[in-house]
């Protein structure tokens, strides 16, 4: 992704332009926006309702500045509103199903941004799964969202501190729905975006990158499930025939040891809570989301809309810096 990007018709720029969502407009995604200070070297276009940003950082007691979005930038940094308007007025705290329409067209129109070169990068804020599909929109996710609205065929969500990376073979499934998920096209594609990206986006050479299993010891020789067998060893086979330095199907309960993590760019866990909850143990204020296979950058705080601390000032804000900083450099 070059960082002199440009709108159609626009002159060329020179400094990566992030495109930044809120997200939940009741949760803290709104505090940690108007918290942000301005940008040193991108400019920052938060698509959010100018009246919540204003309203919470008066609730909040700071200070909040940001230009119009017209689709050209400054001479330098700045930080900027491209207006999406809230159906009802949000309340630090509250869910209201009528807001959850403006938290996809927030959404939609960043991807429109990102596809249109109008955006380098988009960051997206936490928002509340439960209460857009309240609303009678079925939504499993940003990850998957994205990717529809994209029309990527197949994305890899990448949760990231600064020493650890965690990719996921699946996303959010029912943990019974996980096994008949893991076919062998499907996790083969994951591994081909997995490594493909950290060679393109990050810049390692030659990944190595470790797979747990499924099964506990990894299936314990077909003794404790054969999807290792059947499945994720046939697959890792075939793409170390093509060069691709893959160690695995290992036993997840040692995984994430820290000696053999220094030999390790990246792991891929076969479902949400199998790798997750050690990366967050590991790291959780600097964590975050990554996805994999979009044909622009997109991260993301790794942390939910923490309704009960909306409004109330005590909101840190390190996810977000980390996800702005990630996709600045990842614009690169």
Not at 188 to 203: N, Q, Y
Not at 241 to 266: I, K, R, Y
Request: proline content about 7%; some cysteine; charged content about 15%.
């Amino acid at each position: 992704m070059s960082n002199t990007a440009t709108k159609p018709g626009s002159k060329p720029r020179h400094r990566p332009v992030l495109a930044l969502t809120p997200g939940e407009p009741a949760g803290i995604g709104p505090d940690l926006a108007v918290s942000l200070a301005n940008p040193d070297d991108y400019d920052c276009v938060l698509i959010a309702d100018p009246e919540l940003l204003a309203a919470r950082a008066q609730q909040l007691g700071r200070a909040f500045k940001a230009q119009l979005w017209t689709g050209t930038c400054s001479a330098e940094p700045a930080l900027y509103v491209l207006a999406q308007h809230c159906t009802a007025t949000p309340v630090a705290g509250q869910l209201n199903p009528a807001n959850s329409r403006y938290v996809l067209d927030c959404l939609r129109r960043a991807v429109h941004g990102c596809l249109h070169g109008e955006f380098d990068a988009l960051v997206t804020g936490p928002v509340h799964k439960g209460v857009i599909n309240d609303a009678g929109m079925a939504f499993t996710g940003h990850t998957e969202f994205l990717a529809a609205k994209s029309g990527t065929p197949q994305v890899v969500m990448m949760l990231a501190t600064t020493d650890l990376r965690v990719a996921l073979a699946t996303t959010h499934l029912p943990l019974a729905a996980v096994p008949h998920a893991i076919t062998c096209a499907h996790l083969e594609g994951v591994l081909r975006i997995l490594h493909a990206d950290l060679v393109s986006k990050f810049g390692i050479k030659r990944p190595r990158i470790r797979v747990c299993g499924l099964n506990p010891h990894a299936g314990e020789s077909g003794h404790l499930g054969h999807e290792e067998i059947e499945v994720i060893g046939p697959v890792l086979n075939k793409l170390r025939a093509e060069g691709m330095v893959l160690e695995g199907p290992v036993p997840a309960d040692t995984a994430f040891l820290p000696p053999s993590l220094a030999q390790t760019d990246a792991i891929l866990a076969m479902y949400h809570d199998q790798g997750l909850p050690v990366l967050k143990a590991h790291d959780f204020a600097h964590a975050i989301n990554i996805t994999l296979g979009l044909p622009f950058v997109r991260t993301s705080v790794d942390h939910g809309t923490a309704l009960e601390l909306a409004g109330s000032g005590r909101a840190e804000a390190t996810s977000l810096e980390a996800a702005l900083a990630f996709a600045r450099r990842l614009c690169r």
